[in-house]
């Protein structure tokens, strides 16, 4: 008889079991649910988005920032100039007409003749011939067009209260110096009305509109620069990242140590975004420093060039009216002016000190000569304070003050010039922008794809 074996039972394992069991490929299969080359080509995707917007920075910032330097140069430095040089212009054309009244003869011999009105008559000519361009270039500023056409119309009432000054005292040929007519000295009364109540205000409204402009651009360049300078900075460092972490995961997963072409795309990554941050905080360094140490000197010289030639006009009306206390005070308020408006400040370089040295001195020389004009005029000596005013020659008022501005006239163009060249340095800091950088990333993105090819002809 045979003894036959049962088969052992068999052992069902628990649901939960099963159910685990069956559950753990699935888990392995959710952490790589992206095939490979889906993964490259995601991976390559960002890399070229993140390219695409460094390289959209820098074109953009860099078009935005030669921009506003254009227009802080070309445009609103150019008219804060032309307005500057018209308060100027205006003044002097009023000391030129004032001076035209001084000179004479001596009453005791009418064959000797008391000072200059040659150089009054060329210098006021040569003044309004730059008035007329300087309205001109002004009138183009829709902005402003109702200043100048004011500008205009008072002008026109100048010339005519001083034109008929001077031909009133033409038809005294023979007068004695420093005594033109009466009449011929109210119209030159009204011809200084007008200019200081109307003309001289309105332009130096003007003139601080423009400052004003040129500052309000010179704050917008800058702060363009500054801004682009963070974008580029940020954008090309999460380039870069985004660089080496792709560069790990290949090496990590394909067992590459190195992607040439990858690493060449991250070092040209890395050199725009170098360059990028430095040239945008240089350009906005050169146009903060173009306000600090060009715009505001130049803008507080200019004053002191107008201030200056209302000086002059005030003391040639001091002397043909007879030492009157009141034009004394306004030539005193005036000087008081000038010396605080030619004092260097903080502001001006070691460099810069020895030219505003060279103005107050030669600024001390007119001084001087205005206390003998007065010391003069206190003794009655009227040919002799004619003659230190109107004449040319050391130690009189005609020269010295000649001398004292234009000296002050080449330190103001000198802070104009160093304006004007920081700005363009601003604008040159960006010399080959934005090709530089186009071609640069344009060239890191197509070796990201020489880059990635290879990798993804391994799933063919």
């Not at 009432?157 to 009449?183: C, F, I, M, N």
């Not at 507080?300 to 030639?309: C, F, M």
């Amino acid at each position: 008889m045979t003894i036959s074996q049962a088969a052992p039972p068999a052992v069902v394992p628990p649901a939960s079991v099963v159910a685990g069991a069956a559950s753990a490929p699935a888990a392995r299969n959710g952490r790589r649910r992206m095939p490979p080359p889906v993964r490259l080509l995601v991976q390559t995707g960002v890399t070229l988005a993140a390219l695409v917007a460094l390289c959209a920075a820098t074109v953009v910032g860099a078009l935005a920032v030669r921009s506003d330097a254009r227009e802080l140069r070309d445009s609103s430095a150019h008219r804060a100039a032309a307005a500057a040089e018209l308060r100027f212009s205006l003044a002097d054309l009023d000391a030129q007409r004032a001076n035209q009244l001084v000179p004479g003869y001596d009453p005791t011999d009418r064959n000797a003749l008391v000072g200059n009105r040659l150089m009054a008559l060329i210098t006021a000519h040569e003044r309004r011939a730059e008035i007329s361009d300087l309205l001109r270039q002004l009138g183009g500023d829709d902005g402003h067009a109702d200043q100048v056409r004011e500008l205009l119309d008072a002008l026109g009432r100048y010339d005519d209260a001083s034109g008929r000054a001077a031909y009133l005292d033409e038809k005294e040929p023979d007068r004695a110096a420093g005594r033109p007519p009466r009449v011929a000295l109210n119209f030159s009364a009204e011809a200084g009305e007008i200019m200081h109540s109307q003309l001289l205000p309105e332009a130096s409204t003007l003139a601080k509109d423009y400052d004003a402009r040129a500052a309000g651009a010179a704050r917008a360049a800058k702060d363009t620069a500054r801004r682009f300078a963070l974008i580029v900075g940020g954008l090309g460092l999460v380039t870069v990242l985004v660089l080496l972490w792709w560069q790990r995961d290949l090496a990590r997963r394909h067992r590459r140590l190195f992607n040439p072409a990858l690493v060449v795309a991250t070092v040209a990554a890395l050199a725009v975004t170098i360059a990028g941050v430095v040239s945008f905080t240089s350009s906005a360094g050169d146009v903060e420093a173009g306000v600090s140490e060009g715009l505001r000197p130049w803008s507080r010289l200019g004053q002191a060039r107008a201030v200056a030639a209302e000086s002059a006009a005030a003391q040639s009306r001091w002397v043909v009216n007879d030492a009157d206390p009141e034009r004394r005070a306004e030539l005193d308020s005036l000087m008081q002016r000038l010396d605080g408006l030619l004092a260097p400040g903080t502001y001006a370089s070691a460099g810069e000190r020895p030219a505003y040295a060279d103005v107050a001195a030669r600024y001390g020389h007119f001084r001087a000569d205005d206390q003998k004009l007065r010391a003069h005029m206190t003794r009655g000596e009227l040919d002799s304070a004619v003659d230190i005013l109107t004449n040319v020659g050391g130690g009189k008022v005609g020269f010295d003050f000649w001398d004292f501005a234009t000296t002050l006239e080449r330190l103001t163009r000198a802070q104009q010039a160093d304006f004007a060249s920081r700005t363009s340095e601003a604008r040159s800091q960006l010399d080959g922008w934005p090709a530089i950088p186009l071609g640069a990333l344009g060239l890191a993105a197509v070796l990201v794809l020489v880059g990635v090819r290879p990798r993804l002809a391994e799933y063919r």
